[in-house]
């Protein structure tokens, strides 16, 4: 599976951005989709997820009702939509793919930069 990010800039805080992951290849066991983020000088931590079948979120507490997550089944894409943005959200926003048969996540696009100015 491949996937491809985009979306990401620079917003000044309380804006929004849209982030969009494509997948690609041998996406036939998609189970889950779910973006992750890395901060500077922290570790990769989960944002929100999605399974693919029955289109089930889930998010992060620091995320909750800010940000959305949706999926597109024909496109095989998946959307994080990304509002009233903190200094905080600042990071670098990975998209991944769970496999049906897999219990990680084990692909991963190439992340894209998200910058929220205060």
């Known amino acids: 599976v491949q996937l491809q990010a985009s979306g990401g800039g620079l917003v000044q805080a309380g804006g929004s951005l849209r982030l969009a992951c494509a997948a690609s290849?041998?996406?036939?066991?998609?189970?889950?989709m779910a973006w992750f983020r890395q901060a500077p000088g922290k570790e990769r931590e989960y944002v929100a997820g999605i399974t693919w079948r029955g289109g089930y979120p889930d998010y992060v507490d620091s995320v909750k009702g800010r940000f959305t997550i949706s999926r597109d089944n024909a496109k095989i894409t998946v959307y994080l939509q990304m509002n009233s943005l903190k200094p905080e959200d600042t990071a670098v926003y990975y998209c991944?793919?769970?496999?049906?048969?897999?219990?990680?996540?084990?692909?991963w696009g190439q992340g894209t930069l998200v910058t929220v100015s205060s």
């Open positions: 290849g041998r996406t036939f066991n998609i189970y889950s």
């Open positions: 991944a793919v769970r496999n049906s048969y897999a219990l990680e996540y084990e692909y």
